[in-house]
């Protein structure tokens, strides 16, 4: 555990950067011991999902049930950019990292909002041609004394945790043969481990860790085997060149089998009859040795994927009790509409629910295995006129935002979406693979079916069951976090953040943002306080759908307003003494 308390950085924090305002003194370098013993350290917030289970449940319990109605806002901070922010941000020491749009960096006084520093990638001129979903960036990683972070041209940037200067930097992907990134990078051991995005561009997805001090690449693992590998059998001609499975999310880790869970992408393109074949490892949950990068397991959720059911978001890692053994299980809430339950141990299907109503590409799952039983009828086909209504649509059950755990009760708490899709396909003349192009050879169209499509609810892992559903008008995009006092944070498109009791689904505090949260919540401790802190602001897949007020905000709440003197505190802060003509600022001694 780090022995710097927050007064010992503030009184480094005495010059003006190029990027802003840092500490003149190095930063404690974050150990892997440190990211393993996450669950012990209350206070901070050092990786992507809090812990490498990616439970994102936090131990502090100052806020509760009885006590979260008076949450109210202690700072706000602009990212200065309206196009959408989706990161987690992490706290270590007393200082928030946190990403905005186009992979802006910021790091800021934990405690008080303030500026400490800002790094802004320059990007390539035309980049905006090959991005999905928009300029966003899901994340940061923490390692040494370094933060880092990856750009949408396919770059992992190194960050000198002080200053926000680069310490080094290294492509991994052609922009211009349409590879991305927008999640978060992964630190295991010394590694950085990171992912691409692409799929609607006929990418090859992988895979690739790099040496966190040195930037030297240690492996790459390809979702795409070639001919010879094992699951190429899966894949006709060259369509493996081309067929997509990205791994633009991030992962989760266990320390004692020493696998990386990592989820993949659709295959390309979206017509499944131009790529026969289950086209592993497409739509599926990869677990990796850490080590070599080798697979040691996967579970394909949906095979032959023709409706863009991305199984992306990484797992929640726990022991549960399912029939009455104890399991070392993977939790996951697919886009195609199921909660699955895995052995994290071998990959084993325990088994799933439906987490949306009315699920129709497929008639069933295998009791034994979870291969679906695909309804043909669902399936669309090239020169084939409009296929609808398909459920779920491709944005849901559960896109890319993560889920939260919470240990104590057994329950997994699930941001879902009810929606349907059309899905019309192209002439099978004109789907031919173009680099840098969009390579989908569909249109689709959401569609929404009654008056409320976001939903966040409660699974009781051992029992199997739903336990509670708080809907919302709008679809949610938000990630969840769990407390254990009981207490669930989210957000949603009206642009509230909220807090619900976990064990009976009862709203008991809201604040209005002024945007759409399409970020995660996090909690964190300074000098014997807990803090709240979720970025809102408007952008990426919602902003597609409908039209809100633009933001770029991270708002942190806590029990207690900062003083004047608190708000305003540290080293830079000058005082004022009248003189003639007006009153001057004079730098603190």
């Known amino acids: 555990m780090k022995t710097s308390n927050r007064n010992t950085l503030l009184a480094g924090i005495a010059v003006t950067l190029m990027h802003g305002i840092g500490p003149a003194g190095a930063a404690e370098a974050v150990t892997d011991e440190e990211l393993r013993g996450a669950p012990t350290n209350t206070a901070e917030w050092l990786i992507y999902g809090r812990t490498y289970d990616n ?55 934990a405690r008080t909002g303030r500026r400490l520093w800002q790094y802004k990638p320059e990007e390539p001129e035309g980049l905006g041609t090959v991005l999905c979903c928009g300029p966003v960036n899901r994340g940061l990683a923490l390692w040494g004394e370094m933060v880092y972070v990856m750009t949408l041209d396919a770059r992992l940037v190194a960050l000198n945790r002080d200053t ?21 990078p992964y630190v295991v051991k010394d590694k950085v481990i990171v992912g691409v995005a692409g799929g609607e561009y006929g990418i090859r997805g992988y895979l690739q860790a790099y040496d966190a001090k040195t930037g030297e690449l240690a492996w790459t693992t390809y979702t795409i085997p070639a001919p010879g590998e094992p699951g190429s059998e899966t894949w006709t001609g060259d369509t493996w060149k081309t067929g997509g499975a990205p791994t633009w ?15 993949t992408g659709n295959p390309g393109p979206w017509v499944a009859e131009l790529r026969p074949g289950d086209n592993l490892y497409s739509c599926a949950l990869l677990a990796l040795d850490a080590d070599t990068g080798k697979i040691k397991w996967h579970f394909q959720y949906t095979p ?23 399991v070392k299980a993977a939790l996951q809430s697919n886009r195609n509409g199921f909660f699955y339950v895995l052995d994290r141990t071998n990959g084993k299907f325990l088994f799933a629910v439906p987490a949306v109503e009315g699920i129709n590409w497929t008639t069933g799952l295998d009791p034994q295995t979870g291969r679906p039983a695909i309804n043909e009828a669902m399936k669309p086909k090239a020169d084939q006129k409009t296929v609808t209504p398909i459920v779920p649509g491709l944005e849901g059950g ?18 879902i979406n009810q929606w349907a899709m059309s899905l019309t396909s192209h002439k099978k003349e004109d789907i031919a693979y173009k680099p840098g192009q ?63 009791d976990a064990k009976s689904g009862k709203v008991l505090w809201r604040f209005q943002t002024g945007s759409a949260i399409n970020a995660s919540p996090i909690t964190y ?41 608190e708000a305003y505190s540290g080293p830079w802060t000058g005082h004022v003494v009248p003189v003639e003509g007006g009153l001057t600022p004079v730098p603190a001694q």
């Open 304 to 326: 032959n994927d023709g409706w863009d059911y991305d199984g992306n978001n990484a797992p929640v890692l726990a022991d549960v009790t399912i029939d009455g053994k104890p």
């Open 55 to 109: 439970q994102r449940y936090s131990p502090l319990t100052q806020i509760t049930p009885e006590n979260v109605a008076g949450l109210r806002p202690v700072w706000a901070f602009s990212v200065g950019n309206v196009d959408g922010i989706e990161a987690t941000p992490l706290v270590d020491n007393g200082v928030m990292y946190v990403s905005g749009p186009h992979a802006t960096v910021f790091a800021l006084d």
């Open 525 to 565: 401790e300074i000098g014997g306080k807990q803090y709240v802190a979720i970025p809102s602001g408007l952008g990426g897949d919602p902003s597609f759908y409908y039209q809100g007020p633009k933001g770029g905000t991270v708002w942190v709440f806590g029990l207690e307003p900062l003083s004047a003197e």
């Open 398 to 415: 559960t896109n890319w935002f993560p889920m939260a755990y919470n240990p104590d009760l057994g329950y997994v708490f699930v941001p």
């Open 164 to 184: 926000g200067a680069v310490v080094w930097e290294k492509t991994f992907g052609d922009w211009q043969q349409g590879y991305a990134a927008t999640g978060a």
């Open 249 to 263: 999310q991030s992962g989760a880790y266990d320390p004692e089998l020493n696998l990386v869970y990592w989820g």
């Open 438 to 500: 969009v390579y989908m050879g569909v249109d689709y169209k959401m569609h929404t079916e009654g008056d409320t499509v976001g939903h966040l609810k409660a699974f009781d892992v051992a029992n199997r069951k739903w336990v509670w559903d708080v809907a919302s008008p709008l679809p949610l995009f938000a990630g969840v976090l769990a407390t254990k006092t009981g207490l669930v944070f989210t957000g949603d498109q009206l642009g509230f953040v909220s807090a619900t």
